[in-house]
């Protein structure tokens, strides 16, 4: 009886228990991981963005086979009625498609925040002990990468069909990095609709509504000079119509200042104007 008691007891595993000085500094206060920045939680609230991506990859419809499928469409029906040959109109025309691609897709984020305050994820959020606006800006950040995809599909595509643009590397960078600037800023207008209205068909609806007099009643298609006196009277304050020729100056080689600093101006307008709605907004939801 003894031998098996002994044996029992050198096969029973010990278990640790710890100190009460141990558990102690455990559970201090001072021992909490700290508060994260307001970067850090915005940057991990992009990161679920992207993530989102991974697990519903038919987000990426958009960014890839629309914008390929208005390369195509626009280059090959209007480009020997204006051009002479579809070729020669694309090295006018890909800059300006790829802008109204690009300020297309800037919809989906309010789309995307008002499906998420209709599912309670937002309420969610607003409880954690992080930046209550990270949620929002991290979406966008996420987004920023939609847009940097989306450009560099039309490019690769341009590219393949005879796009070649004379201000080299350089000038293709400085192009689309004004582009995400701009898309950026402006997504922030379609943050404030999604706060605001109460379903996604609504937002899609008033988004559709705004972006089709913006980008067909630009200088994306055709010159402007072509067109009635006051149709452009509003192109030449349109702001797609800057953001197009500051792209295509960048694009070109011949870069085009006043367009650039127009481009910056609205673009500093619609985050100051929308950005600060949107968090108005929000913290009072």
Same mark, same amino acid.
């Given at each position: 009886?003894?031998?098996?008691? %002994?044996? /029992? /007891?050198?096969?029973? +595993?010990?278990?640790?228990?710890?100190?009460?000085?141990?558990?102690?500094?455990? @559970?201090? +206060? $001072?021992?909490? +991981?700290?508060?994260?920045?307001?970067?850090?939680?915005? @940057?991990?609230?992009?990161?679920?963005?992207?993530?989102?991506?991974?697990?519903?990859?038919?987000?990426?419809? *958009?960014? /890839?086979?629309?914008?390929?499928?208005?390369?195509?469409?626009?280059?090959?029906?209007?480009?020997?009625?204006?051009?002479?040959?579809?070729?020669?109109?694309?090295?006018?025309?890909? +800059?300006?498609?790829?802008?109204?691609? #690009?300020?297309?897709? &800037?919809?989906? &984020?309010?789309?995307?925040? $008002?499906? *998420?305050?209709?599912?309670?994820?937002?309420?969610?959020?607003?409880?954690?002990?992080?930046?209550?606006?990270?949620?929002? #800006?991290?979406?966008?950040?996420? *987004?920023?990468?939609?847009?940097?995809?989306?450009? @560099?599909?039309?490019?690769?595509?341009? @590219?393949?069909?005879?796009?070649?643009? !004379?201000? =080299?590397?350089? =000038?293709?960078?400085?192009?689309?990095?004004?582009?995400?600037?701009?898309?950026?800023?402006?997504?922030?207008?379609? %943050?404030?609709?999604?706060?605001?209205?109460?379903?996604?068909?609504?937002?899609?609806?008033?988004?559709?509504?705004?972006?089709?007099?913006?980008?067909?009643?630009? $200088?994306?298609?055709?010159?402007?000079?072509?067109?009635?006196?006051?149709?452009?009277?509003?192109?030449?304050?349109?702001?797609? %119509? !800057?953001?197009?020729?500051?792209?295509? =100056?960048?694009?070109?080689? *011949?870069?085009?200042?006043?367009? %650039?600093?127009?481009?910056? #101006?609205?673009?500093?307008?619609?985050?100051?104007?929308?950005?600060?709605?949107?968090?108005?907004?929000? $913290?009072?939801?």
């Amino acid at each position: 009886m003894s031998d098996t008691t %002994t044996t /029992t /007891t050198e096969r029973a +595993p010990s278990v640790y228990v710890p100190s009460a000085e141990a558990l102690a500094t455990v @559970l201090a +206060p $001072n021992a909490r +991981p700290p508060r994260p920045s307001a970067l850090s939680a915005s @940057l991990t609230f992009g990161w679920r963005a992207m993530l989102k991506i991974k697990h519903v990859p038919e987000q990426l419809f *958009d960014v /890839t086979a629309f914008p390929i499928i208005m390369v195509l469409m626009f280059t090959y029906l209007f480009g020997g009625a204006l051009a002479g040959s579809p070729r020669e109109y694309l090295q006018f025309f890909l +800059p300006g498609i790829m802008v109204t691609s #690009v300020v297309m897709i &800037t919809m989906y &984020t309010g789309i995307g925040l $008002n499906s *998420d305050i209709e599912k309670g994820i937002f309420d969610r959020f607003r409880t954690l002990p992080v930046w209550r606006p990270s949620a929002l #800006v991290g979406m966008i950040f996420g *987004d920023v990468l939609r847009y940097v995809l989306a450009a @560099l599909v039309i490019l690769g595509l341009g @590219l393949v069909l005879g796009f070649r643009p !004379q201000g =080299g590397v350089v =000038g293709v960078a400085v192009g689309i990095g004004l582009l995400v600037v701009f898309s950026f800023a402006f997504s922030w207008v379609w %943050t404030f609709f999604g706060l605001i209205l109460r379903s996604e068909k609504s937002v899609m609806g008033v988004s559709m509504m705004v972006l089709f007099p913006l980008t067909f009643l630009s $200088n994306v298609f055709v010159d402007p000079s072509t067109m009635p006196g006051w149709l452009q009277a509003f192109v030449k304050v349109n702001p797609v %119509t !800057q953001l197009v020729a500051a792209i295509r =100056g960048a694009m070109s080689g *011949d870069s085009d200042p006043s367009a %650039t600093m127009w481009l910056l #101006v609205w673009s500093a307008g619609f985050l100051l104007v929308f950005g600060t709605l949107t968090m108005y907004r929000y $913290n009072r939801r």
